[in-house]
């Protein structure tokens, strides 16, 4: 288990979240940002602009890790110093951009991310980010694995969203025969049955 500060743009919130829910379901405990101002719409003063800036730095001391969404490269002027500061304190730094293109891990993270984008289309905000947000997805090419912040979400998603959920594995995966199958973040692995859609015991 390491303490990982997310550092990275405010307009990239959906990578955040993303991110941070990939990464706090392998067991880490992720340190994000507290405000998403340039994504919603937040107004700050250039006081609490730097006041949020000094806390980042305190965040990363706090740490193991520096993780930079850096969406297509891009690095901000408050990222880069974040950066260095990290550098000087000895952080290990990891990065989205390398994330992206090394790790099949974060492949089937985007694959995820392209079928939640479909649900979100369909279903209220409430609703999405009450059960959908902090899921996770591992594809093998065959089954979605959809892995859950608890057993509860577990058999909500199960029991009130496999249709809607298996509609969007097939048009992501291009696969009609696609099975989808639910467990909790604290399971790895599972034996799923013949069906396409399954709920993954304890």
């Not at 990239?12 to 990939?22: I, P």
């Not at 990464?23 to 919603?40: H, K």
């Not at 902090?134 to 912040?149: H, L, N, R, S």
């Not at 509860?152 to 097939?170: G, N, Q, R, V």
Request: hydrophobic share 35%; proline share 0%; aromatic share 12%.
């Amino acid at each position: 288990m390491h303490v990982i500060t997310l550092s990275g743009s405010k307009k990239f919130k959906h990578q955040f979240e993303r991110v941070n829910a990939f990464l706090t379901l392998q067991g880490n405990i992720v340190i994000s940002l507290a405000f998403f101002e340039q994504s919603d719409g937040f107004k700050l003063t250039q006081e609490q602009v730097e006041l949020l800036g000094d806390l980042h730095l305190k965040k990363i001391d706090m740490s193991d890790e520096l993780f930079v969404i850096d969406v297509d490269g891009y690095i901000g002027s408050q990222t880069r110093k974040e950066i260095e500061y990290a550098e000087k304190n000895g952080k290990r730094i990891r990065y989205y951009s390398s994330f992206a293109k090394n790790t099949n891990e974060h492949r089937q993270m985007k694959l995820w991310e392209q079928a939640l984008n479909l649900i979100a289309g369909t279903i209220k905000r409430a609703q999405y980010e009450t059960w959908f947000k902090d899921t996770t997805a591992k594809y093998d090419g065959e089954t979605f694995f959809i892995d859950c912040a608890n057993d509860f979400s577990k058999d909500w998603l199960y029991t009130h969203y496999s249709p809607l959920i298996l509609k969007a594995a097939e048009q992501v995966t291009e696969n009609d025969k696609v099975k989808i199958a639910f467990r909790s973040s604290k399971q790895t692995s599972e034996t799923i049955d013949k069906s396409r859609v399954t709920l993954i015991k304890d």
